[in-house]
């Protein structure tokens, strides 16, 4: 069987194509990803030469590329993890987003349209749902909470999902939808909050946190999102969204903290900075529908999948230099200023 994934050069796709070739050796894996500033080789350097995978360099929004790789690859499966993903860059410019994560989603679905497919997988966020307040510990988001995007980010992909469910009704397109809440551990692009951290302390850097950092996410380790896509692949239910998270809800402040204390760096090293616009208070998922229809539960407790992460970017320092060292150095000026 051939899987199309989309974006596996990037964090959580390129650690999808790892948990997929050790678990099914016998497929064929096929990598469909244009190489942006988020895009990295060397992250798949251990799968190249593999003779069940192939990488091609290619943009999802251009219908060439993307017709001819279904014509003569014919997958079973497509997984879309393609996409701009970081809020921040999304503020300051939100049209590639549009393009990429809508436009891009539209290219892929007319492609399983003309071609045919056996599953279609929307990787998506919880961020479609907006944010919820710091004070109802009481609420989560649901499958049927109404979207309400913060972000250009957020926004593109709502607006994909709802294409999604729109080509599953109207074209019969075999598709499911996931929205996972933030993921972390290895390959994570060091503009994402806790690569972020990990490095700037590791560099003696001060650790930009954004208002007052009482901002909670729920926090996922990437394997248990991988091992969730799966489940959904296999045994979710064509047209469902399903929501991926542990609830492991945690302020910004305390990861900030924990990372500090696990290389025994002083806390004095974290610096207060403006907050983003529009920042979303709180994510915090129910992760009932994905438990009960598909027996999904997350393996990795938040302190040992934090210990992982954290030995990975010190063990793995060629990897993340390489990117800091480049135009990132502009992105980093550019947000952060003087920090
Ligand atoms: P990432 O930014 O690390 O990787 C994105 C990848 O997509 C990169 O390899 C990039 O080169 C590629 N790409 C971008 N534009 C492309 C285009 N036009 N054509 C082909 N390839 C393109 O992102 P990530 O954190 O791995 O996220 C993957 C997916 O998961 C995204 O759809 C994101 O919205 C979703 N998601 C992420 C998180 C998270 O915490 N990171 C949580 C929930 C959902
Ligand atoms: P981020 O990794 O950008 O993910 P999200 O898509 O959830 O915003 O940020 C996670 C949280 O960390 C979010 O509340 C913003 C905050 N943050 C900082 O405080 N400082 C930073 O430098 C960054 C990148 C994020």
């Not at 596996?8 to 070739?21: C, D, K, P, Q, T």
């Not at 469909?32 to 091609?56: I, Q």
């Not at 001060?206 to 996410?217: C, F, I, K």
Request: aromatic share 12%.
């Amino acid at each position: 069987m051939t899987v199309l994934v989309t974006g596996g050069a990037g964090f959580i796709g390129s650690n999808f194509i790892f948990y997929w070739m050790e678990r099914h050796p016998e497929d064929r894996i096929v990598c469909l990803d244009k190489l942006t500033y988020a895009g990295n080789l060397f992250t798949l350097e251990s799968v190249m030469e593999k003779p069940g995978f192939r990488f091609v360099k290619g943009d999802v929004c251009d219908r060439d590329t993307v017709c001819e790789l279904f014509r003569t690859e014919q997958p079973e499966y497509v997984l879309h993890f393609a996409a701009e993903s970081h809020v921040d860059r999304s503020i300051d410019g939100p049209d590639v987003f549009l393009r990429t994560n809508l436009f891009g989603t539209a290219v892929l679905l007319d492609a399983c349209r003309e071609f045919g497919v056996g599953r279609y997988h929307q990787v998506s966020t919880d961020e479609v749902y907006g944010d919820l307040p710091l004070d109802r510990p009481d609420l989560f988001f649901t499958e049927d909470t109404p979207l309400h995007t913060s972000s250009p980010y957020s926004a593109s992909k709502a607006a994909a999902d709802l294409l999604v469910q729109s080509y599953v009704r109207t074209y019969g397109i075999p598709a499911t939808i996931s929205r996972c809440s933030n993921n972390y551990g290895p390959y994570q692009f060091p503009e994402k909050f806790i690569p972020l951290m990990i490095i700037n302390a590791l560099n003696d850097k001060l650790l930009p946190v954004y208002g007052d950092g009482l901002n909670v996410r729920d926090w996922l380790y990437v394997e248990d999102h991988c091992r969730a896509i799966e489940m959904i692949l296999r045994n979710g239910r064509v047209g469902e969204v399903y929501n991926v998270g542990g609830h492991n809800e945690k302020q910004n402040l305390d990861v900030v903290k924990l990372i500090l204390a696990g290389l025994d760096k002083p806390e004095g090293l974290i610096q207060y900075v403006a907050d983003r616009k529009g920042h979303d208070r709180r994510y915090a998922i129910d992760p009932e529908k994905i438990h009960r229809e598909l027996g999904w539960l997350p393996e990795t407790k938040f302190e040992d999948g934090m210990k992982r992460t954290v030995l990975w970017y010190l063990d793995h320092q060629g990897w993340w230099r390489d990117i800091v060292s480049g135009e990132y150095k502009e992105y980093y000026a550019r947000v952060y200023g003087e920090v």
